[in-house]
């Protein structure tokens, strides 16, 4: 009896290979063998590496995804760039594309840019053939739905003169995976939410999470609540990480350790522990975007004082980057010229290849602006990625002493696949951005003495051994530590 509540799902066909769609697509194919699950993409190199034998060389680093993409690809999960040929055999489409904050026109540096989800629904509109669930995967602007399904039914009207009328549904289904961790969020959701209006085809949609979520843990909305859930979840998110990060300048300044009042407020049951690690500010493609597109919902409705409530958590994430590079310049004596720092992590958090938005970028920004030789290492990110998210490329012979005269004063970065102690080498000062579990591993001692004095570490993770660096006779300073 379920069949004849529900559409009948053969094929899915999801447009976006990235952090997104590649990974829910892999778990989406694991779960649900019987279905043929097709990712498409208009670039062309980022499906080549999908379908790379070398798992290594997958576009996105995640634990554990190689080993889906090993037992389900070419089985019955494909990549591909032949969207429209997917679309038009797909029962359901996902629309997984990237919306970055506009950088120009109306609603510049807070709307987000909708072209892509807009140049994707007009390829559904021209492709399917039958009766087509489309789901918005995508974080996206309270009623972007109301864009996709106006798109739709255009579509729908033209082909309608021509006796081929495809039907469909727009359902909003937003993920809440969280990088480095995401297969295993996706296996076992803190909920799944599906938003629409067509029972039907909200019953299709949750039968396939039913592979392996429990129904409780599905929850239906209309569609403008799921579309502002995803956006108020991230908001939240972020606005902890802004407080706790507001609060790490009052320890520091008070004599307070930001560790201890993260716990002794975390015991609170209404508080809760999770989200309340300060660190060098939160980065990555979701949290900025989400919150500056409320921005623009709140202003656009008139409501000024929401929209400014919500912008100050932008604002402090920014600051607070900002504040970390000043303590690190004010330390090395006010100057940073031509002097030498090793960056630990550049990535926005572990476990993750992705730098977008990470405060890596600006902090390194900073320092080379100051002066300062950077040698950067992080394990999963490329040095390609950071000459892109630095505007500049590296330099690639050996540090030259005196390369800050040689450059108008602008300092230089250059790449270290290793963090051999040679890297550490006269530098002055170490700062760990990201908290790769292989940098608490680090031997201080070692490195000490390979570094100009007074040696300075900077841990805005909070993942070193305290003792062991002072035992090294380093000068250490950590976030949020006032002792
Ligand atoms: C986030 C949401 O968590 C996820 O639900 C949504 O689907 C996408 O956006 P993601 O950006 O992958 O996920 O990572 P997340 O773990 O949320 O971390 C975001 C940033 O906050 C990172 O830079 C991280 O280092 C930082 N962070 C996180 C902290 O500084 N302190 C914390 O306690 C937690
Ligand atoms: P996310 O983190 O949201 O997954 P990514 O940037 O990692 O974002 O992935 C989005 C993907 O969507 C990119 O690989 C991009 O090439 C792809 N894309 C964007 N527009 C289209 C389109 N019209 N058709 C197919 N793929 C698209």
């Not at 990088?179 to 909920?191: C, F, H, S, W």
């Not at 629409?196 to 999470?209: E, F, M, Q, R």
């Not at 902890?240 to 609170?268: L, M, P, Q």
């Not at 476990?351 to 602006?369: F, H, V």
Request: proline share 3%; hydrophobic share 40%; glycine share 6%.
């Amino acid at each position: 009896m379920k069949d004849a509540k529900t559409f009948k799902v053969k094929n899915i066909c999801c447009i976006g290979a990235g952090y997104v769609g590649g990974p829910t697509m892999a778990v989406i194919a694991k779960y649900c063998p019987d279905i043929n699950v097709f990712v498409v993409d208009i670039d062309k190199q980022k499906i080549s590496n999908w379908n790379n034998k070398d798992l290594n060389k997958l576009p996105v680093f995640e634990p554990n995804l190689d080993q889906i993409i090993e037992k389900c690809r070419d089985k019955n999960l494909f990549f591909s760039h032949e969207i429209e040929k997917y679309i038009s055999i797909a029962d359901i489409v996902f629309i997984s594309v990237n919306t970055p904050t506009k950088v120009r026109g109306f609603g510049a540096g807070k709307a987000s840019d909708l072209k892509w989800v807009e140049a994707c629904a007009r390829q559904v509109a021209n492709f399917a053939r039958n009766h087509t669930i489309v789901v918005e995967k995508s974080t996206l602007p309270v009623r972007t739905a109301e864009v996709i399904q106006n798109i739709l039914e255009i579509a729908q009207r033209r082909t309608k003169e021509n006796n081929e009328a495809p039907t469909f549904d727009v359902l909003s289904n937003p993920e809440f995976l969280s990088e480095g961790t995401a297969i295993n969020d996706l296996k076992n959701p803190d909920r799944v939410l599906i938003g629409g209006n067509n029972n039907k085809a909200i019953k299709t949609l949750s039968a396939i999470y039913e592979n392996w979520v429990s129904k409780d843990k599905i929850l239906e909305t209309n569609i403008w609540s799921s579309e502002l859930a995803k956006l108020t979840s991230n908001a939240f998110l972020a606005q902890r990480i802004s407080s706790i990060n507001s609060i790490s300048a009052i320890c520091e300044s008070t004599g307070a350790d930001v560790r201890e009042v993260s716990r002794a407020i975390g015991k609170d049951t209404r508080i809760g522990s999770k989200f309340l690690d300060s660190g060098p500010g939160f980065g990555g493609s979701c949290f900025k975007k989400d919150i500056l597109n409320l921005v623009y919902i709140a202003k656009f409705y008139g409501l000024n004082e929401v929209a400014d409530f919500w912008e100050s958590v932008v604002n402090i994430n920014t600051w607070h980057q900002s504040r970390i590079s000043q303590l690190v310049i004010k330390n090395l004596f006010g100057t940073l010229a031509g002097k030498k720092i090793v960056i630990l992590g550049f990535a926005f958090k572990a476990n993750t290849n992705d730098t977008r938005e990470s405060a890596a970028i600006q902090i390194c920004k900073d320092l080379i602006n100051e002066g300062a030789n950077l040698i950067i290492n992080d394990p999963k990110v490329s040095s390609n990625q950071i000459t892109h998210d630095l505007e500049m490329e590296q330099l690639n012979t050996k540090l030259e002493e005196n390369s800050f005269y040689n450059n108008n004063g602008l300092g230089s970065w250059s790449f270290s696949k290793n963090i051999d102690i040679e890297i550490f080498e006269d530098a002055y000062a170490v700062l760990v951005l990201t908290e790769w579990p292989q940098y608490s591993m680090i031997n201080w001692k070692k490195i000490a003495k390979k570094m100009i004095q007074p040696g300075w570490i900077f841990d805005s993770r909070s993942i070193l051994d305290s003792e062991e660096v002072k035992n090294a006779e380093l000068n250490l300073w950590r976030v949020g530590d006032g002792s």
